[in-house]
T-cell receptor
Framework: GAGVSQTPSNKVTEKGKYVELRCDPI?????LYWYRQSLGQGPEFLIYFQGTGAADDSGLPNDRFFAVRPEGSVSTLKIQRTERGDSAVYLC???????????FGSGTRLTVV | KQEVTQIPAALSVPEGENLVLNCSFTDSAIYNLQWFRQDPGKGLTSLLLIQSSQREQTSGRLNASLDKSSGRSTLYIAASQPGDSATYLCAVTSNTGKLIFGQGTTLQVKP
């Protein structure tokens, strides 16, 4: 596609539920990044993929968060047992090879009630 | 652990003023530094990218400088316009490809 697509754009879920957030990167981009942004803050790094593998997952806050990229293209961020503190905008970005040329999606706004 | 700090957190200026946004980072072993713009409810748009070997980059009314040894960068906006109102984010890329952001500076340019 022409840009990075994130779905859904908005997600409201109840505390304790499981959610999946999807990111479709630009075709051919090998690097994919997930960030979490709370109101008034900069994006917080979660995880970075090169191809199918997680090159750096040091930003995942705890074991409720998990991300996959099985075919080196689409990525899914999975959050188990959601908590109200997980409410934020989740941003995805892709890059041809990493380190520059990042394109960001418009984000998924997750609200946990 | 790399930490990126931006000062000020918010800035309000009248139209036409020149202004400077500041960014500092704790680990000078960076691959590059970028400045992004974020409009409310939108994704991020890259404005300028400075490679670690460069000192500055310019695009139109924007000029970004990098002093890697001191861990500092500035974004200079000349002749500010109301359309420049947005949040400006500084981000550094590590040599392993990890991109770390500052908290951002929210700019308001008043007509």
């Amino acid at each position: 596609g022409a840009g990075v697509s994130q779905t859904p754009s908005n997600k409201v879920t109840e505390k304790g539920k499981y959610v999946e957030l999807r990111c479709d990167p630009i075709s051919g981009h090998t690097a994919l990044y997930w960030y979490r942004q709370s109101l008034g803050q900069g994006p917080e790094f979660l995880i970075y993929f090169q191809g199918t593998g997680a090159a750096d997952d040091s930003g995942l806050p705890n074991d409720r968060f998990f991300a996959v990229r099985p075919e080196g293209s689409v990525s899914t961020l999975k959050i188990q047992r959601t908590e109200r503190g997980d409410s934020a905008v989740y941003l995805c970005a892709s890059s041809l090879a990493g380190k520059d040329g990042y394109t960001f999606g418009s984000g998924t706004r997750l609200t946990v009630v | 652990k790399q930490e990126v700090t931006q000062i000020p957190a918010a800035l309000s200026v009248p139209e036409g003023e020149n202004l400077v946004l500041n960014c500092s980072f704790t680990d000078s072993a960076i691959y590059n530094l970028q400045w992004f713009r974020q409009d409310p409810g939108k994704g991020l748009t890259s404005l300028l990218l400075i490679q670690s070997s460069q000192r500055e980059q310019t695009s139109g009314r924007l000029n970004a400088s990098l002093d890697k040894s001191s861990g500092r960068s500035t974004l200079y906006i000349a002749a500010s316009q109301p359309g420049d109102s947005a949040t400006y984010l500084c981000a550094v890329t590590s040599n392993t490809g990890k991109l770390i952001f500052g908290q951002g500076t929210t700019l308001q340019v008043k007509p």
